[in-house]
């Protein structure tokens, strides 16, 4: 069974750094892109983050970029997503994701599977 | 590519039948996903490729459209169908885009 188990969320001071974790387990980590999207309060789905396989390759979304970092240890079947520079708007459920399925050489780019999410509060 | 779905809430009674409209701003192909979010609970994937059902997704639910206009109809509505339901584009990325969502109430 597909897991996914987020961690690290809290309250945070605008302006500093928090770093959210993600432990997955239930299928082989290193042979899927994984994904972060954030849900603010009483508003929708927004994509944040997502990795390629190794690692090498990286995208977030303008909102996040230059301030968020994604990583990944296929090792330890762990996900990361470092954010600095914190601001009121970055207040959400965090949500860990697998990113895409491959068929027959083609690769589907939905969201398969989640995590129960962590909480961020960015506020004085 | 910005995803409307409509309506942003739906009250239904079980036993009904009930459909979501998503619109893609420009045309997807049929590379639409919806997905399910109930408190306490990690989102579902319900449907992907537009009309495809998950594997576990149950029948009464389905998936319509290609390019711009998808519709998720749920037939015959049990009481665990009530939640909110996402669309969520893949066709052009990034970034990946999702609809606001519908929330299912109970009539």
């Known amino acids: 069974e597909v897991q996914l188990v987020e961690s690290g969320g809290g309250l945070v001071q605008p302006g500093r750094s928090l770093k959210l974790s993600c432990a997955a387990s239930g299928f082989t980590f290193s042979n899927y892109y994984m994904a972060w999207v954030r849900q603010a309060p009483k508003k929708g789905l927004e994509w944040v983050a997502t990795?390629?396989?190794?690692?090498?390759?990286?995208y977030y979304p303008d909102s996040v970029k230059g301030r968020f970092t994604i990583s990944r240890d296929n090792a330890k079947s762990s996900l990361y997503l470092q954010m600095n520079s914190l601001k009121s708007e970055d207040t959400a459920t965090y949500y860990c994701?697998?990113?895409?399925?491959?068929?027959?050489?083609?690769?589907?780019?939905?969201?398969?599977?989640w995590g129960p999410g962590t909480m961020v509060t960015v506020s004085s | 590519v910005q995803m409307t779905q409509s309506p942003s809430y739906l009250a239904a009674s079980p036993g009904e039948s009930v459909s979501i409209s998503c619109k893609a701003s420009?045309?997807?192909?049929?590379?639409l996903a919806w997905y399910q979010e109930k408190p306490g609970k990690a989102n579902k994937l319900l449907i992907h490729s537009g009309s495809t059902l998950q594997s576990g997704t149950p029948s009464r639910f389905s998936g319509s459209g290609s390019g711009t206009d998808f519709t998720l109809t749920i037939r015959s509505l049990e009481s665990e169908d009530f939640a909110v339901y996402y669309c969520q584009q893949y066709n052009e990325y990034p970034p990946w885009t999702f609809g606001g969502g519908t929330k299912l109430e109970l009539k």
């Open positions: 990795i390629s396989t190794s690692g090498s390759r990286t």
């Open positions: 994701a697998r990113h895409g399925v491959t068929i027959a050489a083609i690769s589907y780019w939905y969201f398969d599977f």
């Open positions: 420009k045309s997807i192909s049929n590379n």
